[in-house]
Structure formats: C-alpha cells, structure tokens
C-alpha cells in the first residue's frame, strides 16, 4: 500500500505530522494507500523552501520560463495514458473523461506558454511634457491553491500553470481525496526544467488550508470547493491581507424550450447530468421544460435513457458513468434522494439500490430523476453533487428565466432553443457566470475566463484566461522624467499633464 507524502523542494518527503487519510479505489472500495496531513510546520517548510527559490524564478527571463511550459505538455502527453489510470482509480470517473480531466488542464498551460507577451506591460510615450509612463505586472511571490477531490489534473494546472508561469512560486494544496496525480504532476513539472521550491504540493486537510491562510508570506490563494468552505477561506484570506478567488458549489439548470430539439436536448441532460457521475461543479443538476406538452414530451424521452445508464467500472470505457468517490458521499448522495422523496417529488428513477456485481463493496449508485420538483424542496435548493437530476416544470419563458436567477448558486446555466431571440434574451438577463446556448456544460475555453456568480464565487477575478495574469501579478506604473525635461522650481499644486 503506497504512502503519500508531499512534494517540497522539487522531491517527494514523507509526511510528519502523524496523521494520515486513507485514499480508496472507488470502483473496488478497497483501501490503496494513505496520504499524509501536513502540519503547520510542515506547511511553513515548504513556504519557506518557496520563498527562497522565487526571486531567481522570478528574474529567469520569460521565454525560458514559457519553454519549461512546453516541455511539461510534451511529458504530459507521453504520460497521459497513466495519469488517466491512476485519476480514474483515485476518483473514480472512467478512464475517458479522467483524460477530458487532464487536457482541460492542458490546456491552460498551453495558453501559461504565451506568458511573454501575456505578462507585457504599457508604455506611452511622451505622456507629459519630457515624461514617459510604463507598466509592468511583477509577480507576487509565494501564491497557493486549494483545489476539490473532482478535477484531481485540471483545477490544480489551472491553479500552478499561470501562477509559476507569471514567477510566482506555488503551494499546492490538493484534495487529500486523491493526491496521486497532483505529486506526479509537480514531479513531471521538475522533469520538465522547474527549479526545485517553484511547485509544492503540500497534502492535508483544514490545519494545512488554515496553515495557508494564516501564513503572512503567501500573498495570493486561489481556492476551488463547495461554497461554505470558499466563503470561509475567502474571508480568512482577507483577513491576513491576501488575494483570494474562491469558487463554490453550483446548481445548474437547463431550460427547455418548446422549439427545442429534444432529441439534442435529451443527449445534453444525460451526459451533463450523470457523466462523472453528476460530481462536476458544471453538470446540469435541474432540467427545465417549458410548458406541460414541453415537459411531458421531454421525459418519455429521459426516463428510458436514465433507466438504461451503464453503470461500470472506471476502467471500463464503455462505460457512461463509474462510482462516487467515497462510501461517505455515497450516502450522502443517496440521502438527499430520500428527502426529495418525504418532500413530495416524484422519483420516476430510482438508481439508490444498484449494486455492481462483484464489486458490490464499490461506491456505486444508478442513475435517479425527479419531476415535479418545486423551488422550496431542499433537493432543488442544495448541491447533490451526485446522478441525480431535477426537472422543475416552468409555465412559461418568464418563469423558466427566474429559477436560475433566484438560486443562491450561479456557476453554470444552459438553454436548449431554435430560438435566437429567446437564447439572446436569455443571455443577457440570466443572473450567472457561464452560459450554454444548445451547449449544456459552457465551460469556457482556456483564454476566456471560468467563474461563476452568486455563492459560487467569492472574488472578483475569474480563473485561468487573461484574468489569472491579472489574479497572480501586481501592476506597477512609473512615471519617468530625465533631467533635461525637469523645469527648475518646486511645485506645490498636485501634477497635471496640461
Ligand atoms: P470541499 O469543499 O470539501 O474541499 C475543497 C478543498 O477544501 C479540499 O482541498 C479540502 O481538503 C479543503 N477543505 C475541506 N474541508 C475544509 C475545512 N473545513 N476547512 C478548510 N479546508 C477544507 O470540496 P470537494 O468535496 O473536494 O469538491 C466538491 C465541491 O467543489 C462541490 O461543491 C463543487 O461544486 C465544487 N467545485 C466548484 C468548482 C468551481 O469552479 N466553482 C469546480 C469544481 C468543484
């Protein structure tokens, strides 16, 4: 059984602090190794060992730092097949989309490459009288990230890539849920030419995010997870004084309209409600038919297609959906689907009794839908984070449109429509960050910017894209004058360019 330590000053050391969390193989359930929590020691070490190494990190000219970018995407490349193994054993998801996992990630440090020219400054010329003025964006220093157990490859590339690409040395503080591929990713990192100390991953639960936030030499936290925890880690970030961007949990709804091609719409509510087994902060989790003929027409459609769900094995790629990531989630998932029932919802799948045969120890649960679900059940208003889709019947466009925008949650919202005029209406009036017109999962690609609104974002800048560049450097502005354009005499009336 593999112990997991952390990765500190460019190698793997074993954990000290004594305390440990199991790692489980969802599809067998069994127990495959354990990973160390860090201290607050432990955490400081490896500041420490951060701190040190920045500055050189941060005068190695961009162009070099861009190249060490590139060599990673090769040796991802050359490893994508076992990183996809070990994610799909850790997590759970299959093998196919842990590879969508890891080339969403991919593709941020693909955009991290163009850093030459992402991290220029401005410059005009002649601003005033003899005077220029230019702006430079200078990376913070020691930065880190805490990222959720669902994109064990992606949220962290997105965290390190811009933040190292910018100078920036990274504290990594992964899901201790499945560790495996964040340590190898930082050990590929050191392959592909990163100075030891640049990337960290420091494994660990709430003493080493606490560690992190209470830490004066961290300037900057990027935090991915459910909300409660992204509102706690974005006010004790500020508090200390540091950057935070905080994404929280989601409820994401598709609107159906009743131009809408419900074959497409269909195929969009199933691979975007049960894929990952509905463990995306994107997967739609509320479908919403417009009309009663809408709805009606739109589940004798969904039930047979959630009914006939392949259930398998995380290796098995002809499989839609593989197992929860832990037991304690299973039941958690399976709980809320016991609510939605004493609430009143109609269950017209039930997948909480599906046992995989032979493995019947895995965390597996079948696919489940709700209709009838009403704004005020507390399946409609909590994240499920699980297989299990709502579909809330709206009268009219009016009331479709004021579901999404009423929920606390804002991340992702779709609409399935002909209609060019409804999605451009909707577009514009609804109240979240990341919209799908006929596309069910918006996730923006990587030189736009992902975040979404409401409590499912604290922070005001988004991540990857142009934003990260911003999110991780500060913005210094001189203004510079040389001696044969000074004017003799003191001035005591504040400077204007007249
Ligand atoms: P989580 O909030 O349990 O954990 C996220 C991180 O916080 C982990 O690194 C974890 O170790 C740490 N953590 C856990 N409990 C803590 C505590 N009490 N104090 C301090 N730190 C703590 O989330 P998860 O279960 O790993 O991930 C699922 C959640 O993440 C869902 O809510 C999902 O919607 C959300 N998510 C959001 C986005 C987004 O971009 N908005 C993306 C992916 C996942």
Redesign the pocket.
Known sequence: MRTVGHFIGGREVEGRSGRYAEIFQPMTGEVIGRVGLASRDEMRAAVENAAAAQPAWAATNPQRRARIMMKFLDLVAREMDSLADLLAREHGKTVPDARGDIQRGVEVVEFACGIPHLQKGEYTEGAGPGIDMYSMRQPLGVVAG??????PAM?PMWKFAPAIACGNAFIL?????DPGVPMRLAELMIEAGLPAGILNVVNG??EA?DAILDDADIRAVGF????S?AE??YSRAAATGKRAQC????KNHMIIMPDADLDQAVDALVGAGYGSAGER?MAISVAVPVGEATADALMSKLVPRVESLKIGLSTDPSADLGPLVTKAHLDKVRSYVDIGVQEGAELVVDGRNFRMQGYENGFYMGGCLFDRVTADMRIYKE?I?GPVLSVVRAKDYTEALRLPNEHEYG?GVAIYTRDGDAARDFAAKVNVGMVGINVPIPVPLAYYT?G?WKR??FGDLNQHGPDAVRFYTKTKTVTSRWPSGIKDGASFVIPTMQ
């Open positions: 805490i990222t959720p157990f669902n994109f949220i503080k992964p899901s201790e849920r639960d709430k995010v991915v997870g459910s909300s925890i706690y880690v994404f929280g949990g989601a902060c994240e984070f991340n992902f979404g499912s974002g």
